[in-house]
């Protein structure tokens, strides 16, 4: 340890890292090994200005991301903010057991599930069929265009889209509403009735963001060799055949992946959408996990800290869960996953 | 290839995905262009229903009640300063993490990203990132429109990739020889050398910033600290008109459809900044997407 510390103090250091330099350049089987540890304090030191420069960006993970990991533990006791996290009751599995024993339980499961469902059946294939498309467009300045304008929704807040709803779908002056009406369908108001929420929310998304999620697609596409193409036309293959075998398997490992991440957040639904076009009359189906647990433990009166976050657990959990599954499926089914 | 050349098959295929492509565009541009028209048109108009895809009945109704109506100014101002600060704290930290994970040399590099990415996988959630902020006694404070969100590591992600693709080993060798330190080499080398990823950076958090209205609402109760995308949900949602705020004399009995037409404007006001920069700096948003496909 001395003759370490004394190694670091000085320009010692400097000598070394020279003859080592020099050892590893001329390491031979008969010379003998140098100690690992010893390597690596010197490749630490000889970063040392990496480290401190990943200071920050770790003490900002640390006091951000993993401080409120630690304060999660709290879902597993009576939290007391006189006794802090550490000091408060265990109580084991009570909270989960009333979140589940809770009457609303199923349906802000399945309402959750129901949106996810909704925008992975809805949601997810417009951008691949959209990049397919616009792939077919021989028109450049067409493509361009079309591709600027279904990019630009995604820009816009969600509140601004919220409140764009809430004026397009207006039952007596919303431009959508009157819209509908030249076509025989009456004016609904379709922010205030329950069986509109999935539909509404999920269309408003696939509008916002069917262009943006298109761009991935249309990178794979780009890569694609031309002369793959030429050579299948001379083969006599039809548009049809040549988007389906070759167009198809060049997104096919961009598709893999965006799905395993969906998936994977598959409970995540899009809390502040849902959160700001909640209102009392559609109560009964945007309702979601992440909603509730605002209003446990934030809105509420009389907050409850430890329930509210034993929610959001069982719903991280239930995420980590689906995304380790899906990824090591994926794995062994098409070798394309996240790690 | 001349479409009359084409077979059955192919002709039926490219009429269908045309079509669907047009019927897209048009459904993308429709409330658009509906909501541009209905800010420029009279109170009335809206009121009736008549507006559709062209302003009727022209009129800066909307655009002059917005220019007194200071809530929605003071947003601005304050958005706009969290929008610089913060993504200026967002690159800053964005850099620092993403340049030593680039380097191969970095020991315990491994170990970094899986600290680093293990956060984008699981969170301990919005009670206790709340009781955080609140201990932090961060609440009605600027800095907990900053500190909060200080780095994405997706972006961190995307960052050292670029970085390792961009900056060659031989580079750091050479600049090694001379003496030159890590650090000098990252500010000197390598940040000149990585501009669009830098532009990308830059961009996705301001846009983060701009829209950003969740963590406003709930740390943020003080008025004068609110950004505008608070002040936009007061209006736009929850139909809230501030109680200080008199409309033109002219309108005391329409105060109804002037505060739809103002819903209107302040969702052109609001948006434009975002919209106007964004054709031109559309390559770079698409370049960000593209490295964030990438496998790191």
Aim: proline content about 4%; glycine content about 6%; charged content about 15%.
């Amino acid at each position: 340890m001395q003759r370490l510390s004394r190694a670091f103090s000085n320009k010692v250091l400097t000598k070394m890292k020279g003859m080592i330099g020099v050892m590893k350049f001329h390491a031979g089987p008969g010379l003998p090994k140098k100690s690992k540890l010893r390597q690596l304090l010197l490749d630490v030191d000889r970063g040392r200005q990496l480290y401190l420069l990943m200071m920050l960006p770790v003490a900002y993970i640390l006091i951000f991301k993993y401080q409120p990991m630690y304060g999660a533990l709290i879902a597993f006791k009576d939290f007391d903010p006189t006794a802090g996290i550490w000091g408060s009751t265990w109580v084991g599995l009570k909270h989960f057991v009333r979140f589940i024993e809770q009457p609303k339980f199923f349906q802000m499961v399945s309402n959750t599930l129901m949106l996810a469902l909704w925008d992975s059946i809805i949601g997810f294939p417009v951008p691949i069929l959209l990049a397919l498309a616009l792939n077919n467009v021989a028109h450049k300045k067409y493509k361009s265009f079309v591709q600027t304008v279904t990019y630009a929704p995604h820009f816009i807040s969600t509140v601004v889209i919220v409140g764009m709803l809430t004026q397009l779908l207006h039952p007596r002056m919303g431009a959508l509403n009157l819209l509908f009406q030249h076509f025989g369908v009456p004016a609904v108001s379709y922010l205030g009735k329950a069986g509109y929420f999935r539909p509404v929310y999920t269309l408003s998304g696939v509008w916002q963001n069917a262009g943006w999620g298109s761009i991935i697609y249309l990178a794979a596409l780009s890569s694609v060799d031309v002369e793959l193409h030429q050579a299948a036309q001379i083969d006599g293959a039809s548009i049809v055949q040549r988007t389906r075998h070759i167009d198809l398997p060049a997104i096919m490992p961009s598709i893999i992946i965006l799905l395993i991440l969906r998936i994977g957040s598959l409970m995540n639904v899009g809390f502040e959408k849902v959160f700001l076009m909640q209102n009392q009359l559609n109560l009964t189906t945007s309702e979601v996990i992440s909603t509730y647990v605002y209003k446990m433990g934030i809105m509420s009166q009389f907050p409850d800290y430890s329930y509210a976050t034993a929610i959001g657990l069982f719903n991280s959990v239930v995420n980590v869960v689906l995304l380790v599954i899906v990824n090591t499926t994926a794995k062994k089914a098409s070798e394309t996953s996240l790690w | 290839m001349r479409f009359g050349s084409l077979s059955k098959g192919d002709k039926v295929y490219t009429v269908v995905s045309n079509t669907l492509l047009f019927f897209l565009l048009l459904v993308t541009l429709y409330p658009l262009l509906n909501v541009l028209s209905s800010s420029f048109s009279d109170p009335k108009a809206i009121g009736a229903g008549r507006v559709a895809i062209f302003p009727v009945d022209f009129s800066l109704d909307g655009y002059r009640e917005l220019s007194r109506y200071t809530p929605i100014w003071v947003g601005y101002k304050n958005s706009i300063m969290y929008t610089i600060v913060g993504t200026f704290v967002n690159v800053t930290l964005t850099i620092m993490a993403a340049y030593p994970l680039s380097r191969k040399d970095f020991r315990g590099r491994g170990l970094f990203i899986v600290f680093f990415a293990f956060t984008m996988y699981f969170s301990g959630g919005m009670i206790p990132s709340y009781m955080l902020i609140r201990n932090l006694n961060l609440f009605n404070n600027f800095w907990v429109m900053v500190l909060p969100g200080a780095l994405s590591v997706y972006n961190v992600i995307i960052t050292r990739t670029y970085f390792q693709s961009n900056i060659p080993d031989s580079f750091l060798e050479a600049a090694r020889l001379d003496g030159c330190t890590d650090v000098k080499f990252l500010t000197q080398v390598a940040i000149p050398l990585s501009t669009p990823i830098i532009a990308v950076n830059f961009l996705f958090y301001a846009v983060g910033h701009w829209n950003a209205f969740f963590d406003a609402m709930l740390y943020l109760s003080d008025t004068k600290m609110k950004p505008l995308q608070v002040v936009l949900r007061d209006i736009l949602i929850e139909s809230r008109i501030s109680a200080d705020f008199n409309f033109d004399s002219k309108y005391a009995e329409a105060k109804q459809s002037i505060a739809e037409i103002l819903k209107y404007s302040t969702i052109v006001a609001s948006t434009l900044p975002v919209m106007l920069m964004y054709p031109f700096v559309q390559k770079y948003f698409i370049k960000g997407i593209m490295l964030g496909g990438l496998k790191g």
